[in-house]
């Protein structure tokens, strides 16, 4: 049976039956949200951020078909990323939404409306251990940057952060020193999860200016992280920039540029 991919959006869920090819509706989420963070842990889909009107994390379960709430994230997020690793599900980045929050609607149908979205937590993760039910104490991405992209490889999380005229890239060690829970009063305890470190930052052409209109995706395949420039409005730019680094040889490459049906496109890796 081939693997079978899931499109969560915001009220709705897709299933994609790679063996079958053939696409079926399935429960939609709990809360509606936009800019949220998802990844798949131990067979089941854990979303988060992305709503004013929760901090909750919900689970859904393909087998049942059912969302439920599993916890709740000790902050609320919105436009962060999510990925996982041995079991623990990465809530990166984002802004905090504040504390207007009680006059705004759930979606944000406009980020910058009346939002009060600090960039206290663009560069912070929260991290949940799915079996033990608790949240991990982690560092913050040094250098006090944006992260704009995110993904998992071969024992490491690695993010791609901006500081508004550069990218820097960095790895994080999930090494577990113990599980350093969240009491739900916004306290963790005082040791930390993992470890970080920079590396060598991707060899973007001279031309591609790093600001708000860049867009990148990031997936992890086996050995590699494949980082893909997705989206650049500004004109004369060409778009769908690829690049590779290996993980191993801690070098990177380019890979061919995406044709242009591919481009604006979000992007996700799959084991076959």
């Given at each position: 049976?081939?693997?079978?991919?899931?499109?969560?959006?915001?009220?709705?869920?897709?299933?994609?039956?790679?063996?079958?090819?053939?696409?079926?509706?399935?429960?939609?989420?709990?809360?509606?949200?936009?800019?949220?963070?998802?990844?798949?842990?131990?067979?089941?889909?854990?979303?988060?951020?992305?709503?004013?009107?929760?901090?909750?994390?919900?689970?859904?379960?393909?087998e049942t078909d059912t969302w439920s709430v599993v916890c709740n994230a000790?902050?609320?997020?919105?436009?962060?990323?999510?990925?996982?690793?041995?079991?623990?599900?990465?809530?990166?980045?984002?802004?905090?939404?504040?504390?207007?929050?009680?006059?705004?609607?759930?979606?944000?149908?406009?980020?910058?409306?009346?939002?009060?979205?600090?960039?206290?937590?663009?560069?912070?993760?929260?991290?949940?251990?799915?079996?033990?039910?608790?949240?991990?104490?982690?560092?913050?991405?040094?250098?006090?940057?944006?992260?704009?992209?995110?993904?998992?490889?071969?024992?490491?999380?690695?993010?791609?952060?901006?500081?508004?005229?550069?990218?820097?890239?960095?790895?994080?060690?999930?090494?577990?020193?113990?599980?350093n829970n969240y009491n739900g009063n916004d306290n963790y305890n005082n040791?930390?999860?993992?470890?970080?470190?920079?590396?060598?930052?991707?060899?973007?052409?001279?031309?591609?200016?790093?600001?708000?209109?860049?867009?990148?995706?990031?997936?992890?395949?086996?050995?590699?992280?494949?980082?893909?420039?997705?989206?650049?409005?500004?004109?004369?730019?060409?778009?769908?920039?690829?690049?590779?680094?290996?993980?191993?040889?801690?070098?990177?490459?380019?890979?061919?540029?995406?044709?242009?049906?591919?481009?604006?496109?979000?992007?996700?890796?799959?084991?076959?």
């Open positions: 049976v081939g693997p079978r991919i899931y499109l969560v959006g915001r009220n709705n869920t897709l299933l994609y039956d790679t063996w079958t090819a053939t696409v079926s509706t399935r429960a939609s989420m709990i809360f509606p949200r936009k800019k949220f963070a998802l990844a798949a842990v131990g067979g089941k889909i854990y979303v988060s951020g992305g709503s004013s009107g929760t901090s909750a994390v919900e689970e859904y379960d393909p000790p902050r609320k997020r919105y436009g962060c990323l999510g990925t996982s690793f041995q079991g623990v599900f990465y809530v990166i980045g984002g802004l905090r939404i504040g504390a207007t929050e009680q006059n705004l609607p759930n979606l944000f149908p406009r980020a910058s409306r009346g939002v009060e979205a600090h960039a206290a937590y663009a560069s912070s993760m929260d991290l949940f251990d799915v079996e033990a039910r608790v949240w991990l104490r982690s560092r913050t991405v040094p250098g006090g940057g944006c992260v704009v992209a995110a993904c998992a490889a071969v024992g490491c999380v690695y993010v791609l952060t901006s500081h508004a005229v550069e990218l820097s890239f960095w790895s994080f060690h999930a090494r577990r020193k113990n599980h040791n930390v999860f993992g470890e970080w470190c920079r590396i060598k930052s991707p060899p973007l052409p001279a031309q591609v200016r790093v600001d708000s209109r860049i867009r990148f995706s990031c997936v992890g395949i086996g050995d590699k992280v494949i980082l893909i420039q997705s989206l650049n409005e500004v004109r004369g730019v060409k778009e769908g920039f690829v690049f590779v680094y290996d993980c191993v040889a801690e070098e990177w490459g380019r890979g061919v540029d995406l044709p242009e049906v591919y481009r604006r496109a979000a992007y996700v890796g799959v084991e076959c």
